[in-house]
């Protein structure tokens, strides 16, 4: 699904959704961030998601990286809850969203990179 993201933009459309969405800092041994490309709006952006009904938020966590990038994570604490109600999503099916984001700070443990619809080919890089 495309989306637009309107940043202090007086002409962005109305916020009609308010959702949590979860983001996850995964260092490696070596210390670097891991990012993906995003392909709803082709930006780097640190792995995360929606929660979904009957998960825990660090469940929602260790399932998005998962998802996302291949890797397995070990949640280690939350870092804060970030939003910006200056930061409006408009997505093709008519929703447009502020999102909050809980934020945990995690630790790369395996896996293999991988990309899923979610990430374009080139993201699940560790970055410094």
């Not at 637009?4 to 949590?20: F, Q």
């Not at 890797?71 to 929703?95: F, K, L, Q, W």
């Amino acid at each position: 699904m495309a989306r637009i993201d309107h940043i202090d933009d007086p002409n962005a459309p109305a916020i009609n959704s308010v959702v949590p969405s979860v983001v996850a800092i995964v260092r490696d041994d070596e210390g670097r961030i891991l990012l993906i490309h995003k392909t709803d709006n082709k930006k780097w952006a640190l792995p995360g998601a929606d929660q979904e009904p009957g998960e825990s938020i660090t469940q929602t966590v260790v399932r998005e990286v998962k998802e996302e990038t291949g890797y397995d994570i070990d949640v280690e604490t939350s870092t804060g809850t970030y939003t910006n109600p200056h930061h409006v999503m408009a997505y093709d099916n008519g929703e447009v969203r502020q999102q909050f984001s809980p934020a945990f700070r995690a630790r790369h443990i395996g896996g293999s990179r991988a990309t899923s619809d979610d990430a374009l080919a080139d993201g699940g890089p560790f970055l410094r």
